[in-house]
């Protein structure tokens, strides 16, 4: 089994934070994610979690939402706060708050509990390689893990994991977190769609599709790996309706039907970030970027 590196292909593997105060999840969990090559270091609550957080980089956060001293969806937004680094949650309970809270507070993905770690995997690998665009060396060819992996309680969803390339850390804007990413400014694009510097224009929108960048009103936008992949489907469609099941599996790689929550969070998160006009909902259908 070939290791999934950081770094886009430097020698070391990738590191994924755990946090899940059930210590035989915790350790379960732990030693299935080394077995498919990944390092990962564990906390048992929300406050340990932020400070190994804020000690070293970690390439992906694997959060429980039910965690003593600081919850999953608090932990989240402060890790938001200073990073964009992508943040899958773990639900026990699977119930509409959870979810919608860990999406809001700004997780890329979540999983319920128990859950298949081949699924896991799965979903892990697919939100590392939304976060490598910036990358400037191609991802390695993988080696699959075994097709079913342990399963944490009895198994939920599909028991065996799409075939997905060997993931790599994010190296763009999640490396550098929002601070890093907000306010340069860039000349204010004129023209059509394709505007001056290669740049796709949508009003006071401008998207460099090369550089992995995005400016609203002169002003460069912070975003997460899986906003930045949603407005680049929308910006390759534009005036063009997605719907959720085609957003799943072109943004988020589900190989299965997904939870369209995921999508509805995601857009109005984005909303928030280049304005609430750019994207239009279509009752029954889904959304479009408007020209």
């Known amino acids: 089994m070939s290791v999934p590196t950081a770094r886009g292909g430097a020698s070391e593997p990738v590191t994924i934070l755990l946090v899940e105060d059930d210590e035989v999840i915790r350790k379960t969990v732990a030693m299935a994610l080394e077995r498919y090559g990944y390092r990962v270091t564990v906390a048992g609550d929300g406050l340990t979690a932020l400070e190994l957080f804020r000690e070293r980089r970690h ?46 507070a700004g997780a890329d993905d979540y999983v319920v509990k128990p859950v298949d770690i081949s699924v896991l995997v799965a979903r892990i690998r697919s939100l590392l390689r939304r976060a490598t665009f910036a990358s400037t060396e191609p991802a390695a060819e993988p080696t699959a893990g075994p097709t079913v992996g342990p399963t944490v309680g009895p198994t939920v969803g599909p028991t065996s994991a799409p075939a997905l390339e060997a993931p790599t850390a994010p190296t763009s804007q999640a490396a550098a977190g929002p601070g890093a990413a907000a306010g340069r400014n860039v000349p204010s694009p004129a023209g059509g769609p ?93 959304y479009k970027l408007r020209r």
Not at 59 to 67: C, I, N, S
Not at 82 to 99: K, Q, T, Y
Not at 232 to 251: C, K
Not at 264 to 278: F, N, P, S, T
Request: net charge negative; charged share 25%.
């Open 59 to 104: 390439d992906l956060l694997l959060l429980d939402v039910m965690l003593p001293v600081l919850d999953g969806i608090g932990l989240c937004r402060r890790i938001r706060e200073s990073s964009l680094e992508p943040i899958l949650m773990m639900s026990a309970r699977g119930d509409s708050l959870d979810v919608v809270s860990g999406l809001e």
């Open 194 to 286: 394709a505007g001056p510097h290669g740049l796709l224009v949508f009003g006071d929108l401008a998207i460099d599709p090369a550089g992995l960048e995005v400016f609203s009103a002169g002003r460069q936008v912070a975003l997460a790996p899986t906003e930045l992949r949603l407005l680049l489907e929308f910006a390759a469609n534009p005036g063009i309706v997605l719907d959720r099941r085609t957003l799943l599996r072109d943004v988020w790689d589900y190989g299965w039907d997904g939870d369209s929550r995921v999508v509805d969070l995601c857009v109005q998160r984005l909303r928030k970030k280049i304005g609430a006009e750019r994207i239009e909902t279509v009752r029954g259908f889904g």
